[in-house]
């Protein structure tokens, strides 16, 4: 059985906690919904932040929302380089270990003691959809997109959730590569 899912790629962007966002921004300060993101809930915003690394700083970062309880940045490959760190590659909320960088918002600036990932390749599914497609939380597949330069993404985490649209996410490095356009079909190769 053919088993697709729509791909998306994801360029640079912030996660951010409350806290850090009154510190950038300033006391009181709400995130300004620009428009809504492929996951229900979640929405680029209009603030941007700039990400100073030891080498060079990325400038006009966008958040992302709602806020969350630790703040996160991520980053790709290139992007690690150029901010002159260690490029580490990790599921979304998994920042133990990971660079340290500085956040700087009109307001004010942060030091952050870790938070700078690549985000592992995932598929966003909703639980009515695991089933169908023969996957759980946290397994590992592999994803075939046949675009004019066809690719297959090993090393994909399947992420489940109710609140989950079905969705791949890559970053946009590796989207540019495989000439992918958003909404474009992977197939899943368990």
């Not at 630790?70 to 990971?98: M, W």
């Not at 690719?151 to 000439?179: K, Q, S, T, W, Y």
């Amino acid at each position: 059985m053919e088993k697709f899912v729509p791909v998306s790629m994801s360029n640079r962007h912030v996660h951010i906690s409350k806290e850090h966002l009154e510190i950038l921004f300033g006391e009181g300060h709400e995130l300004t919904k620009m428009k809504d993101l492929s996951q229900p809930g979640q929405f680029a915003c209009d603030e941007k932040i700039d990400v100073v690394g030891p080498k060079s700083t990325l400038k006009g970062v966008r958040i992302l929302g709602p806020v969350r309880p630790e703040t996160q940045i991520e980053i790709s490959v290139f992007d690690a380089r150029t901010l002159g760190v260690e490029a580490i590659v990790r599921a979304s909320g998994n920042i133990n270990n990971t660079p340290s960088c500085v956040i700087v918002g009109p307001k004010g600036q942060v030091t952050l003691e870790k938070g700078l990932i690549v985000a592992a390749r995932h598929i966003h599914m909703h639980t009515d959809d695991a089933p169908k497609y023969g996957v759980k939380d946290k397994d590992v597949v592999k994803v075939r997109v046949g675009t004019e330069r066809a690719v297959v993404f090993e090393n994909v985490v399947i992420r489940v959730h109710p609140d989950f649209a079905l969705d791949m996410h890559i970053d946009i490095e590796e989207g540019n590569a495989a000439a992918i356009q958003n909404g474009d079909q992977g197939e899943i190769i368990l």
